[in-house]
């Protein structure tokens, strides 16, 4: 096809027209790319403002936090604390409670044992000297009954022993059995 001379000539303004909105089209595509790159940059500065703040914000809930459950922790040492010294004054207390009625009961419980030896230790003593007594009783009469048993075999002997012809009266059995009558 043969070129018209009218398509020629506008040809040269279509290149220059394609190549200016080319043109037009890179300057805006840079345009829009910097406008891009800044949005983007701008995004990016606020995250990290955001995200500084937000770290800064969470630090100071954190140490904030923290001091609030090192307090607590105190809060509850002192009272563990304080229980612990309550509760052991109060164990003191009865300790020695218990310890002054130990020896109250323990100083009654050594006198009753006092006392109650000291009541064995005389009736001990009157049981022996009883005895004694009952003893010296019983030796006398013990004496006494060999002494009479010594008579009455003296008497048996001299009974046995052949009457003499002088003797003419004869004992009765009562009367030779009678030590009393005989001393």
């Known amino acids: 096809m043969a070129d018209r001379p009218e398509e020629q000539a506008a040809s040269p303004d279509i290149g220059g027209r ?19 790159r800044s949005e983007a940059q701008k995004i990016v500065r606020d995250a990290e403002t955001r995200a500084a703040a937000r ?14 459950a090192d307090q607590y922790a105190r809060d509850i040492r002192e009272a563990a604390d304080s229980y612990g010294t309550q509760h052991r004054r109060a164990a003191e207390e009865d300790a020695r409670r218990l ?11 050594l006198a009753e044992a006092r006392r109650e030896a000291d ?19 019983l030796e006398d009469r013990r004496q006494r009954v060999l002494d009479s048993l010594r008579d009455l075999s003296a008497q048996l002997q001299d009974a046995l022993v052949e009457p003499t012809e002088g003797t003419t009266r004869v004992e009765t059995l009562e009367e030779a059995l009678d030590v009393e009558r005989r001393r």
Not at 18 to 36: L, P
Not at 55 to 68: F, S
Not at 99 to 109: D, F, K, R, T, V
Request: glycine share 4%.
């Open 119 to 137: 009541d064995l230790e005389r009736e001990v003593g009157q049981r022996h000297e009883t005895l004694r007594r009952e003893a010296r009783m």
């Open 99 to 109: 310890l002054a009625q130990a020896e109250s009961n323990a100083g009654e419980i």
């Open 18 to 36: 394609v190549n200016a909105i080319i043109e037009a089209a890179n300057a805006a595509a840079a345009e829009i790319g910097q406008n891009a």
């Open 55 to 68: 770290i800064e914000e969470l630090t100071r809930e954190a140490a904030t936090l923290r001091n609030e």
